[in-house]
């Protein structure tokens, strides 16, 4: 599986666009980058998935490099309630497959 | 209903006791997972049910015992923990014909003394 890195930590403001990187340099072609993030004391939550193209819907922008080595997630206009783990993940989209989570971004976002 | 229901929210349970944690979804969905999650870490897979079959275990004891009796239900039987499996278990399920966009529940608060 391809390895993820991700910054420990960001501050945003709010209002701001919070802009979360992920690298993952050895992503194979069938490996969909996926994001997750948890707030505290809550399950973890889906945001969005992609394999090559930008994908938008009405939580968050993801951006994939042409050569897929790394993506960016984008949250438009960051609130205090976007404050939490942001997971990186890149894995084959196969049914059933294992969803493993790294070590993640914790996004501090400040009034 | 876009629930994953999971029950209790708390758990405190001696070391030679037998428990039960409960995951229950309507969504339809036929892949369902446990994780476990300590303070300050990314949840660790533990299990995954595709079908109602285990289709992956990631080496865990055998204290934890996994069960899926129907498409809706998930269950973890625990027997004889320590005091180090306290943590946060959660349950995840997964749609049909998608890959892992999956939705969780709001976890299980387990300590054992």
């Known amino acids: 599986d391809a390895k993820t890195t991700q910054p420990p930590s960001m501050d945003c403001a709010e209002g701001r666009a919070a802009n979360l990187p992920c690298n993952h340099s050895t992503i194979s072609g069938n490996e969909y980058v996926y994001w997750y993030r948890q707030i505290h004391s809550q399950g973890p939550q889906y945001i969005i998935h992609g394999l090559k193209n930008n994908e938008t819907n009405e939580m968050a922008s993801l951006i994939i490099t042409e050569d897929r080595k790394s993506s960016t997630l984008i949250l438009p206009h960051a609130t205090l309630r976007d404050t939490a783990v942001y997971y990186c993940i890149v894995r084959v989209r196969e049914y059933g497959n294992k969803l493993v989570f790294g070590a993640g971004t914790i996004l501090r976002v400040k009034s | 209903d876009t629930e994953v229901t999971q029950t209790p929210k708390h758990l405190v349970m001696g070391m030679t006791n037998k428990k039960s944690l409960k995951c229950e979804q309507h969504?339809?969905?036929?892949?369902m997972y446990w994780y476990k999650q300590k303070a300050k870490k990314p949840p660790e897979l533990m299990f995954v049910y595709s079908y109602e079959k285990l289709s992956i275990n990631e080496s865990v004891p055998s204290r934890f015992s996994p069960e899926c009796p129907n498409s809706s239900l998930l269950n973890l039987h625990l027997h004889a923990l320590q005091p180090e499996d306290s943590a946060l278990y959660l349950c995840a399920s997964s749609p049909l014909g998608q890959g892992l966009e999956a939705f969780f529940g709001q976890g299980t608060r387990l300590t054992v003394v």
């Open positions: 969504m339809g969905h036929r892949a």
